[in-house]
């Protein structure tokens, strides 16, 4: 989820450039912006990653999968009506894509949790990845898709002045 620190990406990638692990792969939504565009590209992929626009490459996507690269999808965020669903976010109906569910069904892919805190001393994050979720995806994009914005809620509630509460989500 977006937390501050959500470039956990970067973190991967450094990880697996640095023990020889396959890369990591996630989406990026295009910036008004060439030149800021390009830069966030470069910084996203400078230790190997890849990034993948998230316009029309859900093939590049699968592939990636499939190979066994970690993928990093942060789907706490309203992409439109297309490949979507309302589903409660802290008491709101909130347009939040399926992408997670609908792949990890797709593909048979685990899906953990990352979650990215700031240290306590401020100096730093922490970056934590859980085990994968028991009984995801389900039959249903929907439940599982509302299933985690409730694990979203649970973290948020932790350190909601971390959540990037500016991000377009209502």
């Known amino acids: 989820m977006h937390f501050i620190g959500i470039e956990g990406s970067i973190i991967l990638s450094a990880l697996a450039h640095d023990r020889g692990w396959l890369r990591t792969s996630g989406f990026f939504q295009r910036m008004k912006s060439p ?5 966030i590209i470069e910084w996203r992929n400078r230790f190997g990653g890849n990034s993948i ?8 996507f699968i592939r990636e999968i499939r190979k066994g690269s970690f993928i990093i999808i942060a789907p706490d ?5 297309k490949d979507s669903t309302f589903v409660p ?8 894509i399926t992408a997670v569910s609908r792949l990890a ?3 048979g892919a685990e899906v953990c949790m990352m979650i990215t805190a700031l240290k306590k001393n401020e100096a730093g994050y ?3 990845i ?3 979720l028991e ?20 973290e948020i509630r932790h350190r909601p002045a971390e959540y990037y509460w500016v991000h377009k989500r209502f």
Do not use: W
Request: charged share 25%; glycine share 4%.
């Open 35 to 39: 030149f800021f565009n390009r830069k």
């Open 89 to 96: 976010f802290f008491n709101i109906q909130t347009n939040t």
């Open 105 to 107: 069904k797709i593909t």
């Open 135 to 154: 009984n995801f995806p389900t039959e249903n994009p929907e439940a599982d898709t509302a299933r985690l914005n409730q694990i979203f809620e649970q």
């Open 130 to 132: 859980s085990k994968p």
């Open 53 to 60: 626009d998230r316009q029309g490459n859900s093939l590049e």
């Open 77 to 81: 965020i309203d992409l439109g009506l």
């Open 126 to 128: 922490v970056c934590t």
